[in-house]
């Protein structure tokens, strides 16, 4: 069984273009994220929910818009996609928000996003 | 703000102990995370230092000391697979459900 899945592995498109990456966490966690991971493997949080509710929004373009459907799913919707956008995203989740298991977050499978 | 620098690259011989180091700048935090990521593969939670000290984990140990703002990763009775890419990771206080993670250290591990 996946703790947390990420669809789809692997994305290539165009500039300009507009994409989205799903993401299911079924650890009965309340609190979910989206990391990018660059080429220099740095790992930079972008968003958090925490049960459906924008908890951090670390200046990100608003041509990524977040979308939590509810606790277990946290989708991300990307427009007018641009070259700088490749990496790979992450999905993680983890329980007890606020509270110190916070630090032990599971990460989904990545999704390698190529922009050409 | 905050600011974890860590050595970019490790390398070291099968069986032999490595360590590797988490500098930080930060005004504050709840504690010390290190977490390992093979290539192509996603990060995985190794441990968490909420206080000064030693905690060890089998083969892995981590050690924080916040009066030096200094921490580390020991890798003991290193084996091929060990070779991944480690972070350290800090919460700081003012935004609770945050991870701030350090630059990574990449280890090789040679037969």
């Known amino acids: 069984d996946t703790a947390v899945s990420q669809t789809p592995k692997y994305l290539v498109t165009q500039m300009g273009n507009d994409k989205s990456i799903k993401c299911e966490q079924n650890?009965?966690?309340?609190?979910m994220y989206w990391y990018k991971q660059d080429s220099k493997k740095f790992l930079k949080i972008m968003f958090s929910?925490?049960?459906?509710?924008?908890?951090i929004n670390e200046t990100v373009p608003n041509r990524f818009s977040p979308k939590s459907p509810d606790k277990a799913h946290l989708n991300l919707h990307i427009n007018s996609l641009e070259l700088g956008d490749s990496a790979v995203y992450f999905c993680?989740?983890?329980?007890?928000?606020?509270?110190?298991?916070?630090?032990?977050?599971?990460f989904g499978p990545g999704t390698r996003l190529t922009v050409l | 703000g905050q600011s974890l620098e860590q050595p970019s690259e490790v390398t070291a011989v099968e069986g032999a102990i490595v360590q590797i180091n988490c500098t930080y700048q930060?005004?504050?935090?709840?504690?010390l995370s290190w977490y390992q990521q093979h290539d192509g593969g996603a990060p995985t939670f190794l441990s968490y230092?909420?206080?000064?000290g030693l905690e060890e984990t089998g083969r892995f140990s981590s050690f924080l000391s916040r009066s030096d703002s200094y921490g580390y990763l020991l890798l003991q009775e290193l084996q091929m697979k060990d070779s991944a890419s480690y972070f350290c990771?800090?919460?700081?206080?003012?935004?609770?459900?945050?991870?701030?993670f350090g630059t990574g250290t990449r280890l090789q591990v040679f037969p």
């Open positions: 993680a989740s983890s329980q007890d928000p606020g509270g110190p298991l916070v630090d032990e977050q599971f």
């Open positions: 930060t005004s504050g935090f709840y504690g």
């Open positions: 929910y925490n049960n459906k509710e924008l908890i």
């Open positions: 650890l009965g966690h309340d609190t």
């Open positions: 990771a800090v919460r700081p206080p003012y935004n609770t459900d945050k991870l701030i």
């Open positions: 230092n909420a206080l000064d």
